[in-house]
Structures are given as C-alpha cells and as structure tokens.
C-alpha cells in the first residue's frame, strides 16, 4: 500500500473509534476518591460512641495528608457521611431488650444493632476533613426505618445522590477509603463495582470493626473484581 492509502486508513480508522461529537467522552475517563463515613462517632479520637479500633489523631492525620494529596493531584473527591434521625432503627436503644452488636432480623434483612450514632446535627456526626476537599458530601442512612452501609442505596434500595453525582463529574474510576472496611467501606466498594465503576480500595487508609469481617470483606472485594491496594503508593 502506497502512503496516501494508509494514511486514509489511519484517519478513518480515527474517525471510527473517536466518533465526532463524542470526544466528550473519552476525555472524561477520570479519576474520583470516596472518603467513607470519616466522622467522630467511628474514630477512637474523638471517643466515638461506635469508635472502630485504629482509629487514632495519627490514622485520622493520614487519611487527611492523603486525601489532601489525592485532591491536589487534580481528583475529585467526595465523601460518604452516616446521618441518623434518634430513632434510626440500628440503634439497640430502639429495640427494648436488646443489646448492641447483636444481629436481628427486620421482614427478610438481618440488623446489626448498633450503639446510636452519628445523629443528624451532633458533634460526632461531622466529616472529621476539612470540608473544603469535597466536591460532594452524600449523606446516608437518613429514613429511620433503613440501614445504609453503602454510600450507594440503603437497605431499602433508595438510591442516594452518590451515583448521580459522580456521573455528573464523569468520573469512571474511583479509589475507595475510610471506615469502616467490613461494612459501610465494603457496601460503597461492591455497588460502586456493580454499578460499572473501577474500583480500587486503599486498605491502610480503612479501619475494620473485627479482624474476621475485614478479613472476610477484603476477600469479598478482591472476588468482585475491586482492586486492593495496600497502600496509594504500592
Ligand atoms: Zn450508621
């Protein structure tokens, strides 16, 4: 083939996979951070009432220095945030007789019962990140008669914004953080990943609640096609 030909190939082969009024598309194949559910109530630091273990000023400050650096690196970054009414219905105090950490089952869902936490408008229910790093906060677990460990949907399957903003920014990938890696982490990992999303989870920057759930999720992740990395520079 003489040069002319192949050049004609190249450019309609361009023309065909770049598709005019599409570029769109393929320029917004980016990048986006979930910060999970950083609020007072999960962390030992600030004698969170369900405080995951871990969960220290120095995990607090590196789940910080990163998310700084993730967001100075150009990514979007969005964050997840547990917001109870008092009645929510994983408090144990809303089931008389029953006992915190102790499984129920509500119609056909199993509940985990919870001490009360991150209640709508507390002190401990605040994003323990300066606010100014997020291009949206989601807030989750809002009807009293619903649990939401995924920043995604709630037991019920009502969807939150989380989706639909993260569409808005085009983001196609996202890497995935927080508290805690056996349930509300591990919720928000899998439905990003049923969604269609990339995902990887940065395992350092997670506290779990139990050594054998976490190790349990983590492996749940890793057969949902989630990437685990132990670290962002790994
Ligand atoms: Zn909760």
């Known amino acids: ?43 030992t630091l600030n004698n969170g009432s369900l405080a995951v273990e871990g969960t220290d000023k120095a995990y607090v400050d590196k789940v ?7 967001k100075n ?17 994983s408090f144990y105090t809303n089931h008389p007789g029953k006992k915190p950490f102790e499984a129920i089952k509500i119609d056909e869902r199993t509940q985990v019962l919870w001490p009360p936490h991150c209640i709508q408008g507390t002190d401990n229910a605040k994003i323990l990140l300066d ?9 989750k677990g809002r009807d009293k008669n619903f ?9 019920g399957g009502a969807k939150t914004e989380l989706d639909k903003v993260l569409k808005e920014k085009g983001i196609r990938e996202l890497i995935i953080y927080g508290l805690a890696t056996d349930y509300c ?10 969604a269609g999303y990339k995902v ?11 050594p054998e759930t976490t190790a349990k999720a983590l492996k749940e992740m890793k057969e949902k096609g989630i990437t685990i990395k132990k670290d962002l520079e790994s």
């Open 1 to 43: 083939m003489n040069r002319p030909i192949i050049l004609m190939l190249a450019v309609t082969l361009c023309a065909i996979s770049m598709p005019a009024g599409a570029p769109s598309v393929w320029a917004q194949q980016e990048i986006g951070v979930i910060v999970v559910d950083l609020q007072g109530d999960f962390t």
């Open 64 to 70: 910080a220095k990163a998310t700084e650096a993730l």
């Open 73 to 89: 690196k150009g990514y979007p970054v969005f964050a997840t945030q547990d917001w109870h009414p008092e009645d929510h219905i």
């Open 131 to 139: 606010n100014g790093l997020f291009a949206a906060v989601v807030k």
């Open 147 to 155: 649990d939401s460990y995924s920043g995604f949907k709630d037991d």
């Open 185 to 194: 982490v591990k919720a928000t990992a899998v439905d990003a990943a049923d």
């Open 200 to 210: 990887t989870v940065i395992e350092d920057l997670c506290r779990g609640v139990a």
